[in-house]
């Protein structure tokens, strides 16, 4: 009932039924709900997820090939998210939003750069393209079995000139390498309009610095540790910016004279770490 939904408060968070659920990799999962603010979302945007008793997790918003029906794919990793990932269909879990800006989608040749659950938002970015859009895009994984969303991409861009191509870091599928060796490579020989991406923040910095060194337009989706997801709490700051509501998209200009991207981040107590400590 459309007049219902318009009164939803999105800080509220709203329940929603798991009806379906996709096993992408060994350790990725998508779940498919029935919800239609969620499924009009805007590529870039996530949403709280709260898994009753346990924790609320920002969650990227997923794109569903069905009319109304929305999804999120979610990677165990701690014990939150593989609560997330443990959910069994029928079982319930709570929304709030969406939230945060969207990607700024040029015209012409785009290229689209993602690894692990960081393809999320470019996935959900691939139903916003039209027709005359030339979509090149780049999936990395550690290994054959953690690959994910290359038919579903295929299937997306059916009416687009593209390009899907997969990388893994042992080789065990397509390019061996990173994602940014076949980046390096794809922009010797061509030139793009405007280049989108997600995944490891120490990734995401070398394709904003390869883009910009092209002159590309380029945007980045970053993540931080989010509690609130509103602006409120302070835990997902970024130098002057909070994450969650200035972002989590910005541009890759922006981000190269921010000089916590790609160095450092705020761990759940708020105390600043090193990525370069991570790696
Ligand atoms: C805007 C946004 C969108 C996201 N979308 C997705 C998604 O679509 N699918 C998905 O699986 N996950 C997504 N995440 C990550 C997710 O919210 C959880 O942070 C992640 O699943 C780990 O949670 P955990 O409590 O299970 O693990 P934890 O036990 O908290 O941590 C496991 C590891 O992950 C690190 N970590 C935890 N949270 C973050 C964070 N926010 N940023 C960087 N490192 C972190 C920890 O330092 C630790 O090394 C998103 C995060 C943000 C901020
Ligand atoms: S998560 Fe609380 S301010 Fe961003």
Redesign the pocket.
């Known amino acids: 009932m459309k007049w219902l939904e318009s009164l939803r408060n999105f800080n509220k968070p709203h329940l929603c039924k798991i009806e379906k659920i996709i096993n992408e990799t060994p350790t990725i999962r998508t779940l498919i709900f029935s919800d239609q603010i969620m499924s009009n979302s805007l590529p870039g945007q996530?949403a709280m997820v709260w898994i009753p008793g346990i924790?609320e997790?920002?969650?990227?918003v997923?794109v569903s090939t069905k009319q109304n029906k929305a999804a999120?794919?979610?990677?165990k990793?701690?014990?939150?998210?593989?609560s997330l990932y443990n959910a069994k269909l029928g079982q319930y879990i709570g929304i709030r939003g969406p939230y945060?800006n969207n990607f700024n989608i040029k015209s012409g040749k785009l290229l689209l750069v993602g690894g692990g659950?960081g393809l999320?938002p470019l996935m959900r970015l691939l139903k916003f393209v039209n027709s005359s859009h030339d979509i090149t895009l780049i999936i990395g994984a550690s290994t054959k079995t953690e690959v994910c969303f290359e038919d579903l991409a295929n299937l997306l861009l059916k009416n687009n000139t593209h390009h899907v191509i997969t990388t893994t870091i042992d080789g065990t599928y397509g390019h061996k390498g990173l994602v940014t060796d076949v980046m390096s490579d794809l922009l010797h020989e061509t030139t793009f309009n405007g280049v989108y991406t997600c995944g490891p923040e120490l990734m995401m910095l070398n394709v904003v610095k390869m883009a910009l060194s092209k002159h590309i337009f380029v945007q980045a989706s970053i993540?931080?540790?989010?509690k609130c997801g509103v602006g409120i709490c302070g835990s997902?700051s970024m130098n002057d910016n909070l994450?969650c509501k200035d972002g989590?998209v910005f541009n890759g200009l922006y981000l190269l004279e921010n000089d916590e991207f790609g160095c450092t981040?705020r761990?759940?107590s708020g105390s600043i770490e090193n990525y370069t400590s991570?790696v």
Do not use: A, D, H
């Open positions: 996530f924790n997790l920002p969650m990227s997923m999120f794919t979610v990677r990793q701690g014990f939150s998210s593989t945060g659950t999320v993540e931080r540790i989010m997902c994450v989590t981040y761990n759940k991570k």
